[in-house]
């Protein structure tokens, strides 16, 4: 007598009905485990339009300011086009490694590309998390609740972000004080994961090796839902421009080079004013990154969108100019690494010259029409 496996049918030698239903309950479990518990609560952030929305973060003190040694004051000219540093070195893996040991024997591409899957994750808990107001300006540690959505991608660190004043040497580490000063500075406080940042930045400065600290467990109310308090150390950042912080940010998580174009020059992307183009236009479907088109044909067709979502107005197209300047400064001090984020940003930049010019000929054109 043939005895048959009880997980195949005795006719067909099929896996049996009991085994299928099985399987299959096992992979639907394992397909759901894979996706958020409430997709809505982990939408992705999309970047701020509102320029000063970066404000929600900002938290005003008075603390000894800070001198440093080679002193070297910002420079004020704009150049026509705006490159990568050339002082940016490629980001060392030890670095990481020495201060997150749990990514030790990874190479630094396979890291980059795990991150990147997890980049719209890491973007949709980052609303749930609040960073409590300091004692301090800029303590060791601060206090940030965590919602329960939060808890699958808890930060690592808390960023202290503030400006750099003009007589200051540009360096996000607070090494080579001399004389301190008293002075007021505005500090914006980010939640963040520093591996992400240490991922892509190679001028960081040395982050502190603790871990988050779990302090309380705090219940909801009808108002309010449950949070968790965590102590995170805090990583002091002195950047050129506090406002032109949070594009830098978004785009290490996120990596997309169109939202970050988008938050740089408003317009792209969005319904203008006059008929929609025909199929045969080469910016009928996808205007802001064509990148099969040539680079001046592009940047004439962002600097229409420009002035045309201005209104033809010089001074918001020229503070959109100094946001711009202000972005590449910040990531030239960070050592963003990302050489498809300064393509962006030159793009970006001789968008905004190309629709300056346009204003001013549009308006020299008025002058000596009412001359004439």
Not at 56 to 79: H, Q
Not at 129 to 137: H, N
Not at 173 to 192: D, H, K, N, Q
Not at 341 to 352: D, M, Q, S, V, Y
């Amino acid at each position: 007598m043939v005895h048959r496996d009880r997980k195949y049918e005795t006719l067909s030698g099929r896996p049996a009905k009991a085994l299928v239903i099985s399987r299959r309950n096992i992979q639907r479990a394992k397909s759901q485990a894979r996706r958020p518990f409430n997709a809505a609560a982990f939408q992705k952030a999309q970047p701020d339009a509102d320029p000063d929305a970066w404000k929600k973060d900002l938290v005003s003190y008075t603390f000894p300011g800070i001198r440093y040694r080679d002193s070297a004051p910002l420079s004020l000219e704009y150049p026509r086009r705006l490159l990568k540093p050339a002082d940016i070195a490629p980001v060392s893996m030890d670095n990481i490694t020495r201060t997150e040991s749990e990514y030790q024997g990874m190479t630094l591409d396979y890291l980059r590309r795990g991150l990147a899957a997890m980049s719209n994750r890491f973007m949709g808990t980052y609303k749930h998390f609040q960073t409590q107001r300091p004692m301090a300006a800029i303590p060791n540690e601060a206090t940030v609740l965590v919602s329960d959505y939060g808890l699958s991608c808890l930060p690592s660190h808390v960023f202290a972000v503030f400006d750099a004043s003009d007589t200051e040497f540009i360096s996000p580490s607070l090494g080579g004080l001399t004389s301190p000063m008293s002075a007021s500075r505005e500090v914006a406080y980010y939640p963040v994961h520093g591996v992400v940042f240490l991922a892509h930045c190679s001028k960081l400065p040395q982050f502190k090796k603790m871990k988050p600290r779990l302090l309380a467990r705090v219940p909801g109310t009808p108002t309010q839902s449950a949070t968790t308090k965590f102590s995170m150390p805090v990583v002091p950042l002195r950047v050129p421009s506090i406002k032109a912080f949070t594009p830098v940010l978004h785009y290490v998580y996120s990596l997309n080079t169109e939202d970050l174009l988008r938050s740089l020059v408003p317009g792209i992307g969005q319904p203008s004013p006059r008929p929609v183009p025909q199929m045969h236009e080469p910016f009928a479907t996808i205007p802001s990154l064509r990148k099969d088109l040539p680079r001046q044909q592009r940047i004439a067709h962002i600097a229409k969108c420009t002035v045309e979502h201005f209104g033809w107005d010089l001074s918001p197209i020229s503070a959109c100019a100094l946001r711009v300047e202000a972005v590449w400064r910040n990531a030239a001090c960070l050592g963003v690494t990302d050489d498809n984020f300064w393509k962006t940003i030159g793009l970006a930049w001789e968008a905004c010259l190309a629709a300056l010019r346009l204003c001013e000929t549009e308006s020299s054109g008025k002058v000596e029409g009412v001359s004439a």
